[in-house]
Nanobody, 122 residues
Framework: QVQLVESGGGLVQAGDSLRLSCAAS????????MAWFRQAPGKEREFVAG??????NYSEAVKGRITISRDNVKNTVNLEMNSLKPEDTAVYYC?????????????????WGQGTQVTVSS
């Protein structure tokens, strides 16, 4: 079993920065690919960013404003978000899958955290 625990969400103003973290524990061999998704009210869960070693993939909506990184020793993955916009408001989820490549469909990920709320006010 793998457990993912997110932290770092909160209420910020437009233009602010925020850092989300996800700590993995347990059978971390299933965290070969780590990713962040988000889900706004009334919308489907969408891919934000994914990472496999040094390879990264970003959605077009966040490219240039968000950076994903991971610490394989600490088994954590971070999401640095800059120039936040009200449309970034959502619950952000950490997810993992045990095989390549970095995929953008939430159906391809079998381990999920509980989510952390990010609210960006205008």
């Amino acid at each position: 079993q793998v457990q993912l625990v997110e932290s770092g969400g909160g209420l910020v103003q437009a233009g602010d920065s925020l850092r989300l973290s996800c700590a993995a524990s347990g059978r971390t061999s299933r965290t070969y690919i780590m990713a962040w998704f988000r889900q706004a009210p009334g919308k489907e869960r969408e891919f934000v960013a994914g990472i496999k070693w040094s390879e990264r993939n970003y959605s077009e909506a966040v490219k240039g404003r968000i950076t994903i990184s991971r610490d394989n020793v600490k088994n954590t993955v971070n999401l640095e978000m800059n120039s936040l916009k009200p449309e970034d408001t959502a619950v952000y989820y950490c997810a993992a899958r045990g095989a390549t490549p970095i995929l953008t469909s939430p159906r391809e990920y079998d381990v999920w955290g509980q989510g952390t709320q990010v609210t960006v006010s205008s």
